[in-house]
């Protein structure tokens, strides 16, 4: 279960460069931010190289931070969609409790997840067919255009 959640946050972490830092004092202040952001020091930062905290903190509050553009509870439904893609027990579990404690129902959890699937299933069915990319666009562009004239908008 640990080598999991190790697994899981080393590809997250090695998809970013985070600033590394031998600095004591900015190490330590991470480390007291994280706590008092959640209460105490949890173990997916204790598994993280003390030198990588700093950078894996700063990354943490940048993409999860209020100051977004997307909101906290469409934020936390996309990221559930990747999730269940991935697919990973821990980022599902933290992703569908997260999006509820921003305001998500049973319903649009349920919904994310369908519409997620229907990006996979058309995706496979795409990409396993073969259809080139400049048709496909052609074809969609023809498609919005048709059904926007058609909205009476």
């Not at 900015?26 to 598994?47: L, R």
């Not at 052609?138 to 009476?152: D, I, L, Q």
Request: one cysteine or more.
């Amino acid at each position: 279960m640990k080598n999991m959640l190790l697994s899981c946050l080393t590809l997250l972490f090695s998809l970013t460069a985070f600033a590394q830092t031998n600095d004591q004092a900015t190490i330590d202040e991470a480390k007291k931010e994280i706590e008092a952001t959640f209460g105490f020091y949890p173990e997916i930062y204790k598994i993280i190289p003390d030198y990588q905290v700093p950078g894996v903190w700063a990354y943490f509050k940048a993409a999860n931070g209020p100051q977004n553009a997307i909101p906290q509870k469409y934020r936390e439904l996309i990221n559930l969609a990747v999730a269940a893609q991935i697919p990973c027990d821990y980022c599902i579990y933290y992703h569908t409790e997260a999006a509820k404690a921003f305001g998500a129902t049973e319903d649009e959890v349920k919904e994310t997840l369908v519409s997620a699937s229907s990006t996979r299933a058309f995706s496979m069915i795409i990409q396993g067919n073969g259809v080139k990319l400049e048709q496909f666009k052609e074809e969609f562009g023809r498609m919005m255009a048709y059904m926007a004239k058609n909205s009476g908008k």
